[in-house]
């Protein structure tokens, strides 16, 4: 099981920028995808972003390509979140979450879970 600890939310305006941080414990960090989901108040989880446990395959919704980064630094344990050029449709919970495996894209791929980070952007 791995534990997932994100930070970084915040209230921000239109065309600010934001670094989200997901720290975790409890797994081998390199051996297993990271990714950022999100919630809108009304809608479904989403995938947003996420990496492969080398970092070198990443998946991105096309929604926020251009403008998001995910990164990770499998020596510090930690993903993260580079949120360029925020719209008010970002809005949501971002949530961190680790890959059953290696790789995935979708929120079925990933089993464990953090509590999430409100992000809201005002326009």
């Known amino acids: 099981q791995v534990q997932l600890v994100e930070s970084g939310g915040g209230l921000v305006q239109a065309g600010d920028s934001l670094r989200l941080s997901c720290a975790a414990s409890?797994?081998?960090?390199?051996?297993?995808?990271m990714g950022w989901f999100r919630q809108a108040p009304g809608k479904e989880r989403e995938s947003v972003a996420t990496i492969e446990w080398s970092a070198y395959i990443t998946y991105y919704a096309d929604s926020v390509k251009g403008r998001f980064t995910i990164s990770r630094d499998n020596a510090k344990n930690t993903v993260y979140l580079q949120m360029n050029s925020l719209k008010p449709e970002d809005t949501a919970v971002y949530y961190c979450a680790a890959g059953k495996g290696g790789y995935g894209s979708r929120p079925a791929d990933f089993g464990s879970w953090g509590q999430g980070t409100q992000v809201t952007v005002s326009s």
């Open positions: 409890g797994r081998t960090f390199s051996s297993y995808a």
